[in-house]
């Protein structure tokens, strides 16, 4: 159990274009998920979490207006790259926490991974 | 402020080999987990283990284990036997309860990338 599938695997876009990727949690709900971003041979950075039903809460030093973040059910999350220049080019990857159940309010579990190009 | 720290950028050695991962961490929290995850070059992340702080035991896995360490605020990996498929990045991370809700942060470090030759 606790399956957390992201679509696409890869993406490639061109400049000034939006791109978005989801974010499902296939065997359970969560009420949290987070996005993170890792550039080559970087670790993971935290850039929001979101929680269902409301606002995403984002991390210093990320634009909330680029990276639109939408959490509108218990098993989906959205993450969209608005007007996507080549510096966004990066691994997303997000996870999530899952709900109601009894000692597992720290775990979270990872998605594969979106790898986004943007030429 | 939370704070993971992996000092070996990058860790070659000879398959066989015994190979231990350091990581030192900071928190004001007395709650918090303790995790190592596996990244391959596929990208996608390998859960290993998560420790809370209350309990100190050593733990071992397989050929995999955990040398946890409050006192020296340490938690370091042992790969024992290295094999050419343990070669990947591995992360330490650190996750605290915020204090205004909203889901358990995790705070990584910057990874130690482990390459195991024949």
Redesign the interface.
């Known amino acids: 159990g606790a399956v957390v599938s992201q679509h696409p695997s890869r993406v490639i876009c061109k400049s000034g274009t939006s791109v978005k990727i989801e974010c499902r949690s296939l065997d359970f709900q969560a009420t949290t998920m987070f996005w993170y971003r890792q550039f080559p041979k970087q670790s993971l950075m935290l850039m929001a979490t979101s929680n269902e039903g409301s606002k995403a809460t984002y991390e210093q030093g990320v634009e909330k207006d680029k990276f639109l973040i939408n959490h509108a059910s218990l098993t989906l999350s959205t993450l969209t790259v608005t007007s996507a220049h080549p510096e966004d080019s990066s691994f997303y990857i997000c996870s999530a926490s899952r709900t109601g159940v009894a000692g597992d309010s720290y775990e979270q579990y990872f998605g594969p991974g979106t790898r986004l190009t943007v030429t | 402020a939370q704070k993971v720290t992996q000092a070996q950028t990058e860790i070659s050695v000879v398959e066989k080999e015994d190979v231990t991962l350091d990581c030192v961490y900071e928190t004001r929290d007395t709650t918090y987990?303790l995790f190592w995850?596996k990244q391959p070059p596929?990208?996608?992340?390998v859960?290993l283990i998560?420790r809370?702080s209350f309990d100190e035991q050593n733990e071992i896995s397989g050929r995999y284990s955990w040398n946890f360490q409050k006192s020296t605020s340490s938690f370091n990996f042992t790969i024992t036997a290295s094999q050419v498929v343990d070669s990947a990045v591995y992360?330490c991370a650190l996750?605290v309860?915020p204090l205004t809700g909203?889901?358990?942060?995790?705070t990584?470090?910057?990874?130690t990338?482990l390459k195991v030759e024949l």
Do not use: A
Request: net charge positive.
């Open positions: 987990y995850y596929s990208g996608e992340l859960f998560r809370n992360f996750s309860l909203g889901g358990n942060k995790l990584f470090g910057t990874g990338q």
